[in-house]
C-alpha cells in the first residue's frame, strides 16, 4: 500500500498500554464546565469523563461486520452517565490506549480497528497506522476510500450502514 503513512506514539514500544488501561485515574466522574463557548458547542455544562477500561468494555461489543464511532461511544457515555457530553480529547486517547493494550496482548484481544473517527475515518494513531485497520476492515468486508489530495485520509465508506447501536 503506498502513500498510506505510519503515525505511531512516542515510545509505544516502551509503554505498558494494558498497566494504562487499568488505571483510572479517579474515573468515572462529571464535571461542570464554565466556558461559554464549551457550553454552546457541547450542549450544556456536565462533562463526563469515562476510564479507559470503558472504552475497552463498549468497543469488544463490535461484532465482526459492523462499526462503531468515537463520537458514538462519547454519546453512549454521557447518556449513561446523566452528563451533557463525553470529554473529547480523553476519548481519543483512550480509544488509542484501548488499541495499544490489545496490541500488546497475545490473546483476548479488542477488535479496536471496527471504531472509527467521525465521517467514518481511520484511525492513524492505531498500531500499524491507517495501513493496518484498513487491511483489517477490508478483510471484514468493508471498502476503504481515500479522500482528499494534499491532506489525504481514509474512510470507510458507507460506513453509516455497518454502524453498530449501543
Known amino acids: 500500500m503506498i502513500g498510506?503513512?505510519?503515525?505511531?506514539?512516542?515510545?509505544?514500544?516502551?509503554?505498558?498500554?494494558?498497566?494504562?488501561?487499568?488505571?483510572?485515574?479517579?474515573?468515572?466522574k462529571v464535571q461542570i464546565i464554565t466556558d461559554e463557548k464549551s457550553i454552546e458547542k457541547y450542549g450544556g455544562d456536565k462533562m463526563y469523563?469515562?476510564?479507559?477500561?470503558?472504552?475497552?468494555?463498549v468497543m469488544r461489543l463490535v461484532p465482526c461486520?459492523?462499526?462503531?464511532?468515537?463520537?458514538?461511544?462519547?454519546?453512549?457515555?454521557?447518556?449513561?452517565s446523566g452528563a451533557d457530553f463525553t470529554?473529547?480529547?480523553?476519548?481519543?486517547?483512550?480509544?488509542?490506549?484501548?488499541?495499544?493494550?490489545?496490541y500488546q496482548r497475545a490473546e483476548d484481544k479488542t477488535p479496536y480497528w471496527r471504531t472509527l473517527k467521525a465521517n467514518g475515518e481511520l484511525n492513524a494513531k492505531y498500531p500499524?497506522?491507517?495501513?493496518?485497520?484498513?487491511?483489517?476492515?477490508?478483510?471484514?468486508?468493508?471498502?476503504?476510500?481515500?479522500k482528499g489530495r494534499t491532506?489525504?485520509?481514509?474512510?470507510?465508506?458507507d460506513y453509516e450502514k455497518a454502524l453498530f447501536t449501543l
Open 4 to 28: 498510506l503513512e505510519v503515525i505511531l506514539m512516542a515510545n509505544e514500544d516502551k509503554k505498558d498500554f494494558n498497566a494504562m488501561l487499568m488505571d483510572s485515574k479517579d474515573m468515572p
Open 49 to 57: 469523563f469515562a476510564p479507559p477500561i470503558d472504552y475497552d468494555k
Open 65 to 80: 461486520g459492523k462499526l462503531l464511532t468515537v463520537g458514538t461511544i462519547r454519546d453512549y457515555f454521557a447518556k449513561q
Open 87 to 102: 470529554e473529547p480529547i480523553t476519548a481519543g486517547i483512550f480509544v488509542s490506549i484501548v488499541a495499544w493494550a490489545s
Open 128 to 146: 500499524g497506522g491507517v495501513e493496518a485497520q484498513k487491511e483489517m476492515l477490508e478483510k471484514e468486508g468493508h471498502t476503504v476510500i481515500q
Open 151 to 157: 491532506n489525504i485520509k481514509y474512510y470507510v465508506k
